[in-house]
């Protein structure tokens, strides 16, 4: 009797308190706290990034001024922190509404964290490396870089992972510990490189000036090269061909566009010049043949 009685007045008060005035007041004066709470720490994470992308801008105006990559890179890595640190700010406040003990939390925490530190030797590595890649300027936002097996375009740069797009699409999340060799193509200007064939019947002499006008106009209207390009002469010989290589400096990775116009256009320059640009025949023999 005395436990079904201990039951009852168990639900009683559980009843009570569920149609309590003060209860229901409670709930939403707490609801409304939280909401303001996780409002504010999102307007304040956007304003952030916008303030701090507004800063780098106008410091990309500034004459004397860091590269527009390093830029980037600073400007994600800054709001990744404003982030994580309003956030983390806005967890504490939530869980101080629930009057969770946030100093005793973060004192335990702290301790928790030496505790399992030893066993995330991996995060740390992360960290670290993260930070001299950032700051030794290895390779920024925006860089085409070749990092192991993974080729394309850095997305972001965190301090634990990077982030890297492909040219088709795909982005691969690194850890940064894991990078240990990095092909940047974005540091230096590129080098397109063309073959011309020409048959060896040809005046090689009267061909060779023709291209190497076709080169000084394309210097002339192409921003992309940044030197005149060089006809460097006979690259290989055959019975019936020869080839011809021409190189053009080029802004980091404009080397594939140009070298690609060059060809286009090169050949329909010398077409227009009266010279024939071999093209491999296709040979049938009938059975009689053989």
Same mark, same amino acid.
């Given at each position: 009797?005395?436990?079904?009685?201990?039951?009852?007045?168990?639900?009683?008060?559980?009843?009570?308190?569920?149609?309590?005035?003060?209860?229901?007041?409670?709930?939403?004066?707490?609801?409304?706290?939280?909401?303001?709470?996780?409002?504010?720490?999102?307007?304040?994470?956007?304003?952030?990034?916008?303030?701090?992308?507004?800063?780098?801008?106008?410091?990309?105006?500034?004459?004397?001024?860091?590269?527009?990559?390093?830029?980037?890179?600073?400007?994600?890595?800054? +709001?990744?922190?404003?982030?994580? @640190?309003?956030?983390?700010? #806005? =967890?504490?406040? /939530?869980?101080?509404?629930? $009057?969770? &003990?946030?100093?005793?939390?973060?004192?335990?925490?702290?301790?928790?964290?030496?505790?399992?530190?030893?066993?995330?030797?991996?995060?740390?590595?992360?960290?670290?490396?993260?930070?001299?890649?950032?700051?030794?300027?290895?390779?920024?936002?925006?860089?085409?870089?070749?990092?192991?097996?993974?080729?394309?375009?850095?997305?972001?740069?965190?301090?634990?992972?990077?982030?890297?797009?492909?040219?088709?699409?795909?982005?691969?999340?690194?850890?940064?510990?894991?990078?240990? +060799?990095?092909?940047?193509?974005? @540091?230096?200007?590129?080098? #397109? =490189?063309?073959? /011309?064939?020409?048959?060896? $019947?040809? &005046?090689?002499?009267?061909?060779?000036?023709?291209?190497?006008?076709?080169?000084?106009?394309?210097?002339?209207?192409?921003?992309?090269?940044?030197?005149?390009?060089?006809?460097?002469?006979?690259?290989?010989?055959?019975?019936?061909?020869?080839?011809?290589?021409?190189?053009?400096?080029?802004?980091?990775?404009?080397?594939?566009?140009?070298?690609?116009?060059?060809?286009?256009?090169?050949?329909?320059?010398?077409?227009?010049?009266?010279?024939?640009?071999?093209?491999?025949?296709?040979?049938?023999?009938?059975?009689?043949?053989?």
């Amino acid at each position: 009797m005395a436990t079904k009685e201990k039951i009852e007045d168990t639900v009683g008060n559980t009843g009570k308190l569920f149609l309590s005035q003060e209860t229901w007041e409670l709930v939403l004066t707490k609801s409304i706290r939280i909401a303001l709470i996780i409002l504010i720490a999102i307007i304040v994470v956007n304003v952030g990034k916008l303030v701090i992308k507004k800063i780098f801008t106008a410091r990309g105006k500034v004459p004397l001024r860091q590269s527009e990559r390093r830029q980037k890179t600073l400007m994600k890595l800054i +709001q990744n922190v404003i982030s994580y @640190v309003v956030y983390f700010s #806005a =967890i504490l406040a /939530v869980l101080g509404e629930f $009057d969770i &003990d946030v100093k005793g939390l973060i004192a335990g925490a702290g301790v928790l964290g030496l505790a399992i530190g030893f066993g995330a030797q991996s995060l740390v590595k992360d960290v670290i490396t993260g930070f001299f890649i950032i700051f030794e300027d290895q390779f920024s936002v925006g860089d085409y870089v070749k990092i192991g097996t993974f080729e394309g375009t850095v997305e972001e740069i965190g301090l634990r992972t990077t982030k890297i797009k492909s040219y088709t699409g795909e982005v691969s999340i690194l850890p940064n510990g894991t990078i240990s +060799q990095v092909i940047n193509y974005s @540091v230096r200007n590129s080098v #397109a =490189i063309v073959d /011309v064939t020409i048959s060896n $019947d040809k &005046d090689l002499n009267s061909i060779e000036q023709h291209i190497r006008n076709y080169l000084s106009e394309l210097f002339q209207k192409d921003e992309e090269i940044v030197k005149e390009p060089v006809l460097l002469g006979i690259q290989s010989m055959t019975a019936t061909d020869i080839v011809l290589r021409i190189t053009a400096e080029t802004k980091p990775m404009k080397h594939f566009d140009v070298a690609r116009k060059i060809r286009g256009d090169l050949r329909d320059y010398l077409l227009g010049k009266g010279f024939d640009i071999p093209m491999p025949e296709a040979v049938t023999k009938s059975p009689e043949d053989l």
